[in-house]
Structures are given as C-alpha cells and as structure tokens.
C-alpha cells in the first residue's frame, strides 16, 4: 500500500530511483541536486537498494558511466544542475545518438558566469536540442511518478528523459507526497530488457564511424547512413506523445494520479486569455488566474509538461480560443526571446488562429515571482493591447 511522507524534491528524485530499481547510479554534486546521490548513497550502503553507486569525478563522466551501463543493459540514473548539465553536453549527444534509455533528474539552476545558486530553466533548455525528452514537474508529486514513468517510456523509445524540477523551489521545499507501492511500481514497470546485444551469439558493433551514405553490410543488407541515424531519432522522438500519453493513462489506472497530458490546463474553459509557462511557475500563474476572474477577465492558465518533444498540436488545441496569451519563460535566448515563446509562435503558425502574443522573462537566478506579478505583468499585456514589441524583462533592476 502506498503512504504519504513529508519530503522535498530531492528525495523524491532519490525514491524515484530507488524504487524503479535502478540498478547503477553514477552522480557529481551540484547545488541544488547535491542531496539526490547523498540520499541514494544511503540507499546503496546499508543494502535498501541493489544497485552500484559510481564515483567520479565530474558530470561528464557520471553520464559516460551511465551510457556504458545502460549500453551493456543495466538501468541508470543520474542527476545534475546548471553548469553540471553544461559540462555533460558531449555525452548528451552520444546517449540520444546511441538511443538509451537513461533518466536523469535535474534541478534546474542559473548558469555561470555569474555565479548563482538559484532556479531559473536556462540550463534544460540550453540542452533541448541534444535529443532528450524532456518533462517539466510542477510539485514534488510529479517528480517522483515522472522518474517511474520516465522508466516505461524511455524503455520503449530508446530515447533519454530528463525530468525538470525548480531549484529549491521544489528541491528543498518539502510537501506531502504519495509514495507508490514497491509491488505496484514492478507491476507497472517490469524489469529492462535491453535493446542492445553488445555479447554472446550476436554482437554488435556500437556506434561506429559512419558514412555519408548507406552501406551494405556483410550479410547484404542495407545499413543507415549518419544522417540515416538522425531521421530515425527525430521520427521516433515527432512520435513519442502518443507513448507518453499512454504510458500516463495507464499510471492513472494503477495509482490514481492520470498524467495522459502533454500539457495542463486550469480554468481554460471559456478563457480569451491565456498565462502560459512551465514548471511550479504554473502554481502562481492559477492564482494569478483566479485573482483575474474575480476581476471579470476570461482567463485561464496553459502549463508545457512536455517540452521535448514539443506538444505542437495539442498547444494549438489548447489555445484555439485565445484572443492573448501571455507567455512567462524562465529563461532567454540571447538575442532573441524566450524559448518557450518561440515555440509557441512556430506551433501556432502551422494553425488558423493568431493571438496576440506577449512575452516576459521572468525570474532568472532566483528573482521571486509571484502571482500578483504574474497579474500585473498580464494586465500590463492587456492595455497595450499587443504594443509591446520583443521581449519583457519582469522585476528586474539593473
């Protein structure tokens, strides 16, 4: 029977772990996450969890230890944040490119310079373009169910996940959280049978050098070429939403808590106004919403739980009836916008409907936001009426 425990992100990052059985774990420490392999260390040594804890000596190689393990069929975790992501950015590309089935908890934190120790989501979405699915958690709950998940999914797309989370926001901050059933969590995710065969009567070669164009091996047959490689990536990652969605609903029968969303919606029914954002920003954004609604304002809230691969259609579907959408990116792409922001206006491009569009670069390196200046930067958006040409730094003093 599951029980509810009083934790913070971290540990539900660690349980999330343990409990999917994951069987080598190798990790650097970096605030904010540096408590995820201190817990699961706990874990390993007094024998709570049959795995192998590898040592090492940076983020780079905590995920090479991860690729080799995962390559000779073990499953893995690893965690990081900020600069730690940063420096794993080669071995990044190699698990997508070598398709395995890594998960990864991040804490999301400000990159240097200047040094910060504080949340914002430049650090993910730095990376978004490495081949990682990525989920955005918005409490320590969807932390936790999203690493079990990310287990299922990952293991049947051959792809990796990160699953995002606030630093401190949500990595120190404890709630209550429902701890799934060790017996329920086998039964939902069954133990990894690897896709690779690296040993015994039919080896493999693992990422070999690879031409501009298809070969035909030994036996005759016709063999990808590098770019070959990558058109496989891309369709499976344009058809991992329906994976995702699946592998959500069926959590829902098991345990109650139905993730079949790409996104969330809150009070969207009848809304012209959209708050859009990801993460525990959401949190603040449906207050916001609901101090705009005692105002007399059509306002709801769009929160991305998926952003890679991006929900395009269901964005478009979700905003159908939006006259303004108010976007709030906890991040920037220099010299241009949000990130979130921009895959929004590409998403809806493809669609009939073009709301006004106004977006806001909140947060960075911690700066506090909070649904009154969620409120206040929307009603701002909406008495310009558009006006408000690139994007909008909020609370910032220079």
């Known amino acids: 029977m599951s029980k509810v425990k009083i934790i913070n992100g971290n540990e539900a990052a660690a349980l999330g772990a343990k409990i999917s059985r994951v069987q080598v774990v190798a990790a650097y420490p970096i605030t904010p996450q540096s408590k995820i392999p201190e817990t699961l260390v706990k874990y390993v040594d007094s024998g709570e969890m049959k795995a ?43 698990a997508a490119g070598a398709r395995l089935p890594i998960v990864m908890a991040l804490a999301n934190r400000g990159l240097g310079a200047p040094w910060t120790i504080f949340n914002d989501m430049q650090d ?45 926001v949500l990595s120190h901050t404890v709630m209550p959280v429902e701890i799934p059933d060790q017996d329920q969590v086998d039964a939902f995710l069954p133990p990894y049978v690897p896709h690779l065969q690296v040993d015994g009567p039919e080896p493999i070669n693992i990422n070999p050098v690879m031409l501009a164009d298809p070969r035909v091996n030994a036996e005759g047959v016709d063999c990808p070429s590098y770019m070959g ?39 969207t029914d009848g809304a012209d106004i959209i708050l859009l954002s990801m993460g525990s920003l959401a949190n603040e954004a449906s207050l916001a919403v609901d101090q705009l609604r005692d105002k007399g304002y059509k306002a709801g809230v769009v929160a991305l739980r998926v952003f890679r691969p991006f929900p395009a259609e269901p964005l478009r579907a979700a905003l159908s009836d939006a006259k303004h959408v108010v976007i709030f990116d906890k991040n920037i792409s220099y010299g241009n916008e ?21 977006n806001y670069i909140v947060g960075l390196g911690g700066k506090n936001v909070s649904f009154a200046d969620l409120e206040a930067a929307t009603l701002k958006a909406l008495k310009r009426k558009g006006q408000m040409n690139g994007p909008h730094w909020l609370g910032v003093a220079v």
């Open 229 to 267: 490689f990558r058109l496989r990536l891309q369709e499976t990652l344009e058809s991992a939403g329906d994976v995702i969605l699946k592998v959500g609903q069926e959590f829902g029968e098991i345990f109650g808590r139905d993730y079949g969303c790409l996104l969330w919606e809150y009070r």
């Open 124 to 168: 993910s979405i730095s990376q978004r373009d490495t081949g990682w699915m990525q989920v955005y958690c918005r409490d320590n709950q969807e932390i936790i169910d999203s690493i079990i998940m990310g287990y299922k999914i990952t293991e049947q797309l051959h792809v990796p996940m990160m699953v995002c989370f606030d630093g401190f």
């Open 338 to 358: 949000g990130a979130t922001c921009t895959e929004t206006k590409a998403a809806l491009f493809e669609g009939d409907e073009r709301p006004v569009i106004t």
């Open 52 to 94: 192998e804890f590898i040592r090492v000596e940076s983020e780079h190689s905590a995920m090479t230890v991860c690729i080799s393990a995962s390559t000779v069929g073990a499953r893995v975790f690893t965690a990081t944040a900020a600069n730690g992501l940063a420096y794993m950015h080669e071995q990044l590309h190699w």
